[in-house]
Each structure stands twice: as structure tokens, then as C-alpha cells.
């Protein structure tokens, strides 16, 4: 069996162990080469495609064609030549249809296109935290995207059965035609182009070898994403048909509603309400960000609204480098008073400098 194998690469021209695109592409070379159509009867030649497609099949696994269905392509092919010249040129595929007396019901639906595809893009939506943005996290993820078919392991047929030359080309992939007098190959509209033909197709991916499912996959993301970026994963999107490459996931990063603060850009914003002490007294406070606590100083009789700017406590631009964090400072006071908050105020307006000067008559003169 071995010796046999070695004749095979031999016969096609190879070096033991190669691919089987190198063996399908030396095949269809030296198919079109010693094709019947071409050699009008030379039995050296049609010896010579006998003995390229015995060595094709067997190395590549399919089902060739019997010593009688080639037969009939090579009887069919002379009787080509002696086509009277005021008919109509046929082509050999023509002769072969005709020869097998293919017909829709006989031949199965051409399967998916063989050429090679790039796999599709896939956009996913990610909610992260501001802490998460800010120091960089890692995220597992369950994707659904076409991957290869794992009852079929990406053969296209049902586990269990094989695939079959495509008698029309007869495994070469494309048919010769007669165009403008000359002999020219066209791709085979039978099998498109694969040179075979799948008569038992996997249920699961429908012959396409390709099917969708679903994986969990990880994603890292870079310290200092903002919301709303979009980061391009490359390759993990569908998986590429016949060596094409894999489509791309692009993952939208959406920020979690944060019950403290709000990311704009880089920077952080923070709402402080002042109680009446900090106010008119002032005092240390402390401020949440995604990466630790914050100390500031009010300073007595703060105005009201203002905006308190701490350099360099935002998110992670990179580099080194960070958004700001800015707190705004208002004036908190109760919607509603109890009798006891009343009291205490009536009490404390009646303290020297709690209430305004009024004159003789009780008003109150404008500011100097």
C-alpha cells in the first residue's frame, strides 16, 4: 500500500505527504491538460487521465469514477469530433449530461460556493463598571458565531457517509466549453467549482461545514477605556470558508449606572451637598472615585454651586496620564421643617449676626 501511495504522488507530479490543496490543484492542472475533450481519442493520453484520476482519488479520499463511467466520458468525447461542422459546437459537459442522463431529481442541489469567504464581523454590547474602566478587567463572554460544524468536523457530510466525484467535470472543478473555436474551461455549475458532489449533506450545518454555536471566550480590557469605545477583537468573529480569514468582534463598551458619580470623557464628576455646619464652617470631606477614596477641604462660607477641580484622580488616559475629578458643591436644606428644627432656628436667628440689620422702621438697607 505504500508503494502504491508513493506512485500515486509520483504520478502527480508531489512530494509524499502533501496537502490536499497541493494534490487537488496538481490534479486539476493535469486533468485539463489530458482532458478527453482535448486529446480527441489518443489512447496515450486517455491512459495517461486514467491514471491522474485513480492517483487523485485515492489521495484525496473521494469516490472516483468506474472504469465504465470513464469509458463512456472518452467515448463521448470522440464522438464530439465527428460532430457535423454546420451543428451547433457541444460542449463535453453537454455530452456527459446527455451520457448520464442527469436530471434535476438525479443530481443534488449544487452545494454552497467553494471559494473562499471571510468570516463576518460580530458587534456585541459590554457593560462595565467605572472601577472596571478604570483599572482594566477581564471578561468572559458567551458568543454565538459560525465556527466549524462539530458533527461534521467541517466536511459538509453526514459522519458516516463519503462524498462522490461530480460526474459532469469530473472532479476538476470546471467544465470545457466551446468559445469563439477554441476550448476554454468554465467553472462547473454542478458542484460549483468543488469537483464533488455531497449527496448526504450533515444535518446540522447543511452541508456548508459551518455552523453556529456558541463558546464563551475572554475578553481583556485596557485600563482607562471610556464608555462608548469600541474595541476591535480581531479573529473572533465567524470563522472564514475554505482558509478565508475570521470575521472581527467589536465589543461596544457601555458604563454601568454609578449611584456616586458620572463619567464624562475622562473626568469624574461628583454632587456634594453641604450641611449648614460645612456651610458656614467649612471642613474636611471625603469624595468616592474608581480608584479610592478622595480627602478635600471646604473652606468656610463656600458659595453655593461651585466647582471643585482635584487633578489627575479621573480615569486612565495611558501614558501616564488621567482625566481630572470635579466636585460640585451645593447647599442642602431640608424640604420640610419638624417642631424641633423650627425651635432650634427661632433660637439661632435670635443670636447676634444670625439675622439681617433692619433700621427704626424694619427695613433693611441695601449692601454697602
Not at 482535448?38 to 469514477?65: C, Q
Not at 456548508?208 to 475572554?218: N, W
Not at 475554505?242 to 454609578?258: F, H, M, P, Y
Not at 479621573?314 to 501616564?320: I, M, P
Request: glycine letters at 10%; a positive charge.
Amino acid at each position: 500500500m505504500q508503494k502504491d501511495t508513493a506512485l500515486y504522488y509520483k504520478e502527480l507530479g508531489l512530494q509524499p505527504k502533501a496537502s490536499k490543496e497541493e494534490i487537488r490543484d496538481a490534479y486539476r492542472k493535469l486533468a485539463k491538460k489530458y482532458h478527453p475533450d482535448l486529446n480527441g481519442g489518443d489512447p496515450r493520453t486517455e491512459d495517461r487521465f486514467k491514471r491522474i484520476n485513480e492517483a487523485y482519488h485515492s489521495l484525496i479520499g473521494l469516490e472516483p469514477l468506474s472504469e465504465k463511467e470513464l469509458k463512456t466520458a472518452e467515448t463521448a468525447a470522440r464522438q464530439r469530433k465527428k460532430t457535423k461542422k454546420d451543428e451547433p459546437p457541444v460542449s463535453f459537459a453537454d455530452i456527459l449530461k446527455k451520457v448520464f442522463k442527469t436530471s434535476p431529481d438525479e443530481v443534488p442541489p449544487p452545494p454552497a460556493p467553494s471559494g473562499p469567504k471571510p468570516g463576518k464581523d460580530i458587534a456585541i454590547n459590554l457593560e462595565l463598571s467605572l472601577e472596571e474602566l478604570t483599572n482594566g478587567t477581564r471578561k468572559s463572554v458567551l458568543l454565538a458565531r459560525e465556527q466549524t460544524c462539530r458533527t461534521c468536523s467541517g466536511t459538509g457530510i453526514e459522519p458516516g457517509h463519503d462524498p462522490q466525484q461530480c460526474k459532469i467535470c469530473l472532479g476538476i472543478g470546471e467544465v470545457p466549453t466551446s468559445q469563439g473555436g477554441k476550448t476554454v474551461f468554465k467553472t462547473c455549475t454542478n458542484c460549483n467549482g468543488s469537483g464533488r458532489i455531497i449527496k448526504n449533506r450533515c444535518v446540522t450545518c447543511a452541508g456548508h461545514g459551518l455552523a453556529r454555536s456558541k463558546s464563551k471566550i475572554s475578553i481583556t480590557i485596557p485600563k482607562g477605556t471610556t464608555p462608548d469605545a469600541v474595541l476591535t477583537l480581531r479573529g473572533l468573529g465567524d470563522q472564514g470558508r475554505k482558509g478565508a480569514k475570521n470575521g472581527d468582534l467589536k465589543v461596544r463598551i457601555i458604563c454601568e449606572e454609578n449611584p456616586y458619580y458620572d463619567a464624562r470623557g475622562f473626568d469624574i464628576y461628583y454632587e456634594y451637598p453641604m450641611n449648614l455646619l460645612e456651610i458656614f464652617d467649612g471642613g474636611e470631606i471625603e469624595v468616592p472615585t474608581p480608584s479610592g477614596k478622595v480627602k478635600l477641604t471646604l473652606t468656610p462660607g463656600i458659595e453655593q454651586n461651585k466647582l471643585l477641580r482635584v487633578k489627575g484622580r479621573g480615569l486612565d488616559k495611558g501614558a501616564g496620564e488621567h482625566g481630572d475629578l470635579l466636585v460640585r458643591v451645593n447647599y442642602h436644606f431640608p424640604n420640610k421643617l419638624t417642631k424641633k428644627a423650627r425651635a432650634l432656628l427661632e433660637q439661632l436667628v435670635e443670636l447676634p449676626g444670625w439675622s439681617p440689620k433692619r433700621d427704626s422702621e424694619g427695613f433693611i438697607k441695601k449692601p454697602d
